[in-house]
T-cell receptor, first 112, second 113 residues
């Protein structure tokens, strides 16, 4: 089955720790995206990548880092510098040059 | 970026049509209108998109006003599985191959049995 996967579904961390969220796709999509969603809010773009080894900051990149070493993978690291890391994190992928994005099931991160 | 305005919430009854409005008075001539929906605790899914003409697909129809300052997503027969947050989004093309979507708060659709 083709699709986009995120793991784990729920993640708990202590404050001050870095944590990496996984995102993998087997749709052969060039573009990948990371969004953050807070309760009752829309999605906000953290980082996006159009091709391997290249990525751009979105609207709220501070406190986050990404890498794109493989086309299939776009992991997001939430660093200790992120002031309010508790949120629902969504990864998406799409064909370069298209606005249609396919979303993963999300990872709910709780930092205490 | 051009912005959209949607009602915070709407209610419908099962098997009745639903018209979800979206205002986008600052839309530019090249902006596409996209609709996504998000079921509870899931990622959003694409519903439909259009530029000027009305569009139909298996999920919904999109009616675009002649002046393109508003559009309406039409679900012809609402089911309980259509209960979701519906997002109306305009393009955020920033040149090159950078295609970004800006999600607002959307409309929470409740479907009553």
């Amino acid at each position: 089955d083709g699709g986009i996967t995120q793991s784990p579904k729920y993640l708990f961390r202590k404050e001050g720790q870095n944590v990496t969220l996984s995102c993998e796709q087997n749709l052969n999509h060039d573009a990948m995206y990371w969004y953050r969603q807070d309760p009752g809010q829309g999605l906000r773009l953290i980082y996006y990548s159009q091709i391997v080894n290249d990525f751009q900051k979105g609207d709220i990149a501070e406190g986050y880092s990404v890498s794109r070493e493989k086309k299939e993978s776009f992991p997001l690291t939430v660093t200790s510098a992120q002031k309010n890391p508790t949120a629902f994190y969504l990864c998406a992928s799409g064909t370069s040059g298209s606005y249609e994005q396919y979303f993963g099931p999300g990872t709910r991160l709780t930092v205490t | 970026d051009a912005k959209t305005t949607q009602p915070n919430s709407m209610e419908s009854n099962e098997e009745e049509p639903v018209h979800l409005p979206c205002n986008h008075s600052t839309i530019s001539g090249t902006d596409y209108i996209h609709w996504y929906r998000q079921l509870p605790s899931q990622g959003p899914e694409y519903v439909i998109h259009g530029l000027t003409s009305n569009v139909n697909n298996r999920m919904a129809s999109l009616a675009i006003a002649e002046d393109r300052k508003s559009s309406t997503l039409i679900l012809h027969r609402a089911t309980l599985r259509d209960a979701a947050v519906y997002y109306c989004i305009l393009d955020s093309y920033s040149g090159g191959s950078n295609y970004k979507l800006t999600f607002g708060k959307g409309t929470l659709l409740t479907v009553n049995p």
